[in-house]
């Protein structure tokens, strides 16, 4: 791809502060707007962010910005460097140059704005661990010994949000890939964050959870006015259902707009088409 970046140009009318997330996509789409209003309330600011990690640099002068409310695919090839940078997000590690801000917070003191989904992860059955337990642990802040009768309630209803309500008292050992991903989903939304992080959420989850996860995420950001970044290779399931498509290659920004847009760009075609059985292929590590 030669023409970087995508978008930008005149600015344009701002969108109505009372907007709902719907709203002001249909707005942004009437306008042609590739980017979102640089006037409109931020969650996250990434603002000229550079990571050098063992002397090379993995993320090179990266900006840009995700509103309220807005459902953000963040794609690029292995290595592009995705990782790297929400783990600046989350404040696991500290750009070398250039800052992240979380709701105008650095995110060492905005941890509790950020929800993560982490890639499937397997458990060993002789972890005694329920549903339960694992999503009292995101509000304690440690593994409870005792789960008192508000905190299961708690669980009980941000489970019952992503279609999980009986999985409550299942041992995580006996879940299936899709059944996983809705209780990481209930804990990673059960401290009412303001940006939710997917890294490959669905990466290890069969073809029909898949669409369903997705589908559930999309409905509970724009629901909830939720800020979501989705990391995915597979970009031909999520285009549509994404507002804006942030696209990172050899740590740069390539592109950044509306998914229309992007996809019409050849290096983007070709990555979705390429992404399904990329995905295909990691899920089966
Ligand atoms: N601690 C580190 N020291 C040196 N190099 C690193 C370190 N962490 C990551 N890298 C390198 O940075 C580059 C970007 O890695 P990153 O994991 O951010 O990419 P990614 O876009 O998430 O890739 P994938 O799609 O495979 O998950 C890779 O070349 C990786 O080898
Ligand atoms: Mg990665």
């Given at each position: 791809?030669?023409?970087?970046?995508?978008?930008?140009?005149?600015?344009?009318?701002?969108?109505?502060?009372?907007?709902?997330?719907?709203?002001?996509?249909?707005?942004?789409?009437?306008?042609?707007?590739?980017?979102?209003?640089?006037?409109?309330?931020?969650?996250?600011?990434?603002?000229?962010?550079?990571?050098?990690?063992?002397?090379?640099?993995?993320?090179?002068?990266?900006?840009?910005?995700?509103?309220?409310?807005?459902?953000?695919?963040?794609?690029?090839?292995?290595?592009?460097?995705?990782?790297?940078?929400?783990?600046?997000?989350?404040?696991?590690?500290?750009?070398t140059?250039?800052?992240?801000?979380?709701?105008g917070?650095?995110?060492?003191?905005?941890?509790?704005?950020?929800?993560?989904?982490?890639?499937?992860?397997?458990?060993?059955?002789?972890?005694?661990?329920?549903?339960?337990?694992?999503?009292?642990?995101?509000?304690?802040?440690?593994?409870?010994?005792?789960?008192?009768?508000?905190?299961?309630e708690?669980?009980?209803?941000?489970?019952?949000?992503?279609?999980?309500?009986?999985?409550?008292?299942?041992?995580?050992?006996?879940?299936?890939?899709?059944?996983?991903?809705?209780?990481?989903?209930?804990?990673?939304?059960?401290?009412?964050p303001?940006?939710?992080?997917?890294?490959?959420?669905?990466?290890?989850?069969?073809?029909?959870?898949?669409?369903?996860?997705?589908?559930?995420?999309?409905?509970?950001?724009?629901?909830?006015?939720?800020?979501?970044?989705?990391?995915?290779?597979?970009?031909g399931?999520?285009?549509?259902?994404?507002?804006?498509?942030?696209?990172?290659?050899?740590?740069r920004?390539?592109?950044?707009?509306?998914?229309?847009?992007?996809l019409?760009?050849?290096?983007?075609?070709?990555?979705?088409?390429?992404?399904?059985?990329?995905?295909?292929?990691?899920?089966?590590?």
């Amino acid at each position: 791809m030669s023409d970087v970046p995508v978008g930008g140009g005149e600015p344009q009318a701002p969108t109505p502060a009372w907007a709902t997330s719907l709203e002001r996509r249909e707005h942004a789409q009437k306008l042609k707007q590739t980017r979102p209003d640089p006037g409109a309330p931020r969650v996250l600011d990434v603002d000229h962010v550079s990571i050098e990690r063992g002397g090379k640099l993995i993320v090179d002068d990266v900006s840009f910005f995700i509103p309220k409310g807005e459902f953000v695919c963040l794609c690029g090839p292995n290595g592009a460097g995705k990782s790297t940078l929400l783990k600046a997000v989350m404040g696991l590690l500290e750009p070398t140059r250039g800052k992240v801000r979380i709701g105008g917070e650095p995110p060492e003191r905005a941890r509790h704005k950020v929800g993560y989904v982490p890639q499937r992860k397997s458990y060993s059955m002789d972890f005694p661990a329920r549903s339960v337990e694992l999503i009292t642990a995101a509000v304690r802040g440690r593994w409870p010994a005792h789960v008192k009768p508000e905190e299961r309630e708690r669980a009980r209803a941000v489970l019952a949000k992503v279609g999980g309500e009986k999985l409550l008292d299942k041992p995580l050992a006996g879940l299936s890939g899709g059944e996983t991903q809705r209780v990481f989903l209930a804990r990673a939304l059960v401290t009412e964050p303001a940006l939710v992080i997917l890294d490959e959420p669905t990466a290890g989850v069969d073809v029909s959870g898949r669409a369903e996860l997705l589908r559930l995420m999309v409905e509970i950001s724009r629901s909830d006015e939720l800020a979501a970044i989705l990391v995915t290779h597979n970009l031909g399931a999520v285009a549509h259902t994404a507002e804006r498509i942030v696209y990172l290659e050899a740590g740069r920004l390539l592109g950044w707009g509306l998914p229309d847009e992007l996809l019409g760009q050849s290096s983007l075609t070709a990555l979705a088409f390429a992404g399904t059985d990329h995905a295909r292929h990691r899920d089966e590590e």
